[in-house]
Nanobody, 125 residues
Framework: QVQLVESGGGLVEVGGSRRLSCAAS????????MGWFRKAPGKEREFVAA????????SYRDSVKGRFTISKGNANNMVYLEMNSLKPEDTAVYYC??????????????????WGQGTQVTVSS
């Protein structure tokens, strides 16, 4: 089992930046990939970014490309989401997710068995 805890959410102005962190504990050596998702009120949970540990391969949803950066710590126990040029539509609860084995894509919630509790990011206009 893997436990995930997000931090770093809060209130930020339009155009501002925020860095989210996700700390993993438990069987972190079993992790194959980590991802970030978000859920805004009235919307489905949506993919934001993902990173595969061994290859370092990264993917983003189109609307955050060039603004958000996912990265990992040296060990398999931290993943970060650096968010720049924030927009009101980025307002959501952001979730960290983990997957223990290979999958062809990492862009749907069902690809991940491990989830954090979420951290709220509110972008004020």
């Amino acid at each position: 089992q893997v436990q995930l805890v997000e931090s770093g959410g809060g209130l930020v102005e339009v155009g501002g930046s925020r860095r989210l962190s996700c700390a993993a504990s438990g069987l972190t050596s079993s992790l194959y990939a980590m991802g970030w998702f978000r859920k805004a009120p009235g919307k489905e949970r949506e993919f934001v970014a993902a990173i595969r540990w061994s290859s370092g391969r990264i993917s983003y949803r189109d609307s955050v490309k060039g603004r958000f950066t996912i990265s990992k710590g040296n060990a398999n126990n931290m993943v970060y989401l650096e968010m720049n040029s924030l927009k009101p539509e980025d307002t959501a609860v952001y979730y960290c997710a983990g997957r223990p084995d290979w999958v062809i894509a990492l862009s749907t919630p069902t690809d991940y068995p491990y989830w954090g509790q979420g951290t709220q990011v509110t972008v004020s206009s």
